[in-house]
């Protein structure tokens, strides 16, 4: 079980029951479940304006945001574990 710094006044507390997950799965589940529950993603994409052709566009922007914070958060986490070691 993992406890995290107090977030917004709110304490998010993870525990991690799937065993058959990898390691490399674990980390963008987790992204993804905390992004749902406090709708980062989702708020950041209200307000930002999407000036592309909803005609010509294939992946919405919430995704595309998405990938992109999730990419960052982990890269940064991966940086982290390396330090460690």
């Known amino acids: 079980m993992y ?4 977030l917004h006044r709110q304490t998010l507390t993870v525990q991690f029951n799937a065993e058959q997950l990898t390691s490399n799965a674990g ?4 992204l993804q479940q905390v992004d749902q ?3 980062l993603t989702e708020t950041i994409t209200r307000l930002i304006h999407d000036p592309r052709d909803p005609c010509f566009t294939i992946h919405i922007q ?3 945001l ?3 914070i999730y990419a960052i958060c982990l890269w940064r986490y991966y940086r982290h574990l ?3 070691n």
Do not use: I, N, S, Y
């Open 3 to 6: 406890h995290t710094a107090p």
């Open 27 to 30: 980390g963008v589940l987790l």
């Open 37 to 39: 529950k406090l709708q």
């Open 62 to 64: 919430r995704d595309l």
């Open 66 to 68: 998405a990938q992109r």
């Open 82 to 84: 390396k330090q460690q």
